[in-house]
Every structure is written in structure tokens, then in C-alpha cells.
């Protein structure tokens, strides 16, 4: 009889899934059907051209380690890193640090020195339970979203709790937030790519169509991930960045577009990352993930500096280095940025700049923090 009663429920819980599905507003499974079987047909966004004629497509610019943060540098219990899954920088150049294993965050003055941590597994105001990621607001808070608890929670610099939010389950992102204490999280509504809140968390506006989720400018991906791509908007697939005087970037990885908004909202540039390397490159490396059924996104990780120039991280599929694409605002080509002595450093990812030109990454297993800067 329970047996009975397990296989009712499972056919019940599949045909809502599927009833949804049909019914999602967002889902236009004919739509997809289409661009599946013609590529020609999928809707590219047009952009107007950026005058490339004085660009030096080859320069290089080289990031050399110059120290690290790893282990004993407090008193504390957990003077180590188990699991770094997210760090950034304040206005003040201190370094914040999420650790998913420890359930901490930890804070760096701008001169590596150990200033306090916080946080243990559990559901009330300061501790955790699920992966973590952490952005420091314009307003001059601490943001950090749990996805084991499914919600956002703020802390002031000085690590006094604030306020939280309950995010819908299943949901991991990132907030970023302006000045005035708006957040800014990517739309759960499957027809937006980024929805705007108050300060409460009370929905304000939306922005962008979701066919920036739908252009491949060079390949279409295999169906699932086309359908999964046309529900709604994934973490994996866009980043979102603002800059300290309230200019919003969101970065794609399908189209490989950044679209850059005012202070008040308003789209004021939007352009295609168009580097020759890249675009050969990633065309490799797409092939070699479908032909093992899957799909691959292009930017591990973006940042921005102080003048708001655009870093794009991306592993370079045929040199198996990681490399750094550093674009002006208005979508001018500015250099490439690798790490000199890769292989030795075993590095993983770079995440952040601060003001006086230190970058800050990790090493393939999350546990330290690499420190960088450029030389000629």
C-alpha cells in the first residue's frame, strides 16, 4: 500500500512539472524548437560597431604573485581557510572572505592583516549553512547570500547583524546594491533577467528582455541546456557588478554582451566582447564540450576597478592558462592580463582589484588567497 502511495505521488509531482512547464510564460518551447533544428533563426541582439582600428589585439600585460594569505595569520580557532567560495573589496581596500566549509567570513585590512571573523553553521542571525557569497553595498554594508538557509543577510562592516531576507529555494546568486541601499538580484519571474528591490526587499522594476539569455553568436547549445537557458536567468550564465558611483554592469556568458546602466537605471552602453583570440578560442572549446553533451560558459569571474574598466575571466581552452580581458567602459579592447608563473602557482581564478592595484584570486583548492600585481 505505501509503495502504491510513493509511485501516485511521484506521477503527481512529475505532471506538475510538466503542467508548469507548458504553462510557464517564459517557456516558448516552439520557439526553441525552431532555433534547435536552425541556428539561423534564433534572435541576435544587434549592437552598434566600436571602432577597433587603433587596437592592439596582442598586448599583454603580466600579473606577478607578491604575497598570500593562507594560514595562522589570527589567534582564533580557524586561523586557516577550508573552502574560499567568494571575496571582495570595500571602498577602504579591506578584503572580505566566504569560507562554504567554516561558515565564516573573514575580514583583511588593506595591508593583509587579520581583523575579525564571523559566523558558524546554523539558521539564526549570523550563522550559516549552505555556500556562501559575499558583496560589499555602496551603501557600506555587508551582503551575503546563504543558499543552504535560502536567504540574503546584511551586516554592517563591523560585522553587526542587520536584517535578512528570504530568497526562494533553490535560488544562489549574488546582490549587489547602490547607494541607497536598492538590491539588485536576477529575476525569478522567467521573463527578466534582473529584478530591483528597495532596501525592504519590496519589488521596484525589472530590467532586460530574456533574449539576451537566447543569443549564441556562434553555436547553439544542446536542447536541455537551450530549455533550461529559457526558463530563467541563471548565476552561471550572467554576472552582475556596480560600480561605486551606482553604474550597473550585467555581463553574459552565452552572448558575451556587457550592458552598462546609470545611476538611474538607464542603458546607456551595451557591447559584445569581440577579442579575435577569444572568439576562436571559445568556438574550440564549445565543440568539445557538445560533443560530450554539454555547454560551456565562457567568464568564471568578473570585476571592475575604480574607473570602471571590465575584467572578464576566462580560461583559455587551447594555452590551458586562464586569462583576464580588460575593456574600457565603452567596449575599447584594453589588454590581456596573465599570470606569470602559472603553472608553478597552481593558481585558479582572480576575483578582485582593489584601488592601489592589488588583485586578489585563489588557488585550485579554494584554501588560499594569491595576491597580484602588474609589471611591464
Known amino acids: 500500500m505505501k509503495t502504491r502511495n510513493l509511485i501516485f505521488i511521484y506521477i ?10 507548458k504553462n510557464s510564460p517564459s517557456l516558448n518551447s516552439e ?4 532555433i534547435y533544428k536552425n541556428p539561423d533563426l534564433f534572435e541576435k541582439i544587434n549592437l552598434p560597431p566600436i571602432d577597433h582600428s587603433d587596437t592592439d589585439w596582442n598586448k599583454i600585460t603580466y600579473l606577478i604573485k607578491t604575497g598570500e594569505i593562507s594560514e595562522g595569520f589570527s589567534s582564533e580557532e580557524d586561523n586557516f581557510f577550508a573552502k574560499i567560495t567568494d571575496l571582495c573589496v570595500d571602498q577602504e581596500d579591506n578584503l572580505y572572505i566566504a569560507d562554504s566549509i567554516l561558515r565564516k567570513i573573514f575580514k583583511f585590512d588593506a595591508f593583509g592583516n587579520f581583523v575579525y571573523s564571523f559566523g558558524q553553521t546554523g539558521q539564526g542571525p549570523g550563522e550559516f549553512s549552505g555556500r556562501l557569497r559575499i558583496n560589499v553595498g555602496n551603501d557600506n554594508n555587508l551582503y551575503i547570500t546563504d ?24 535560488k544562489y546568486d549574488d546582490a549587489v546594491v547602490n547607494s541607497n541601499g536598492d538590491i539588485f538580484l536576477l529575476s525569478e519571474s522567467g521573463l527578466k533577467i534582473i529584478d530591483h528591490f528597495d532596501p525592504e526587499l519590496k519589488y521596484r522594476s525589472s530590467l532586460l528582455d530574456m533574449k539576451y539569455c537566447l543569443d549564441f553568436p556562434y553555436k547553439v547549445p544542446p536542447r536541455l541546456s537551450l530549455f533550461r537557458f ?17 553604474y550597473l554592469f550585467i555581463i553574459f556568458n552565452n552572448s558575451q554582451i556587457v550592458t552598462h546602466f546609470n545611476e538611474n537605471l538607464e542603458l546607456i552602453n551595451q557591447f559584445r566582447i569581440d577579442h579575435p583570440r577569444f572568439i576562436e578560442d571559445y568556438k574550440k572549446s564549445i565543440d568539445y564540450a557538445k560533443k560530450k553533451g554539454g555547454w560551456m560558459n565562457c567568464f568564471g569571474s568578473v570585476f571592475l576597478d575604480e574607473i570602471k574598466n571590465v575584467y572578464l575571466c576566462y580560461f583559455n581552452f587551447e594555452l590551458r592558462i586562464p586569462e583576464i580581458y580588460r575593456y574600457s567602459p565603452d567596449g575599447k579592447f584594453i589588454d590581456t592580463l596573465r599570470i606569470k608563473n ?35
Open 342 to 376: 602559472f603553472y608553478e602557482l597552481s593558481n585558479h581564478i582572480v576575483k578582485a582589484k582593489d584601488k592601489r592595484g592589488n588583485y586578489y584570486g585563489t588557488n585550485r583548492i579554494s584554501s588560499k588567497i594569491i595576491i597580484y600585481r602588474e609589471v611591464e
Open 31 to 34: 520557439y526553441i524548437d525552431d
Open 12 to 21: 503527481f509531482i512529475i505532471v506538475c512539472i510538466i503542467t508548469g512547464c
Open 147 to 170: 543558499d543552504g538557509n535560502f536567504r540574503l543577510i546584511s551586516f554592517t562592516k563591523n560585522a553587526e547583524f542587520i536584517n535578512q531576507f528570504n530568497l526562494p529555494r533553490g
Open 230 to 246: 529559457s526558463m530563467k536567468p541563471s548565476f552561471m550564465e550572467i554576472h552582475k557588478l556596480i560600480s561605486r558611483d551606482d
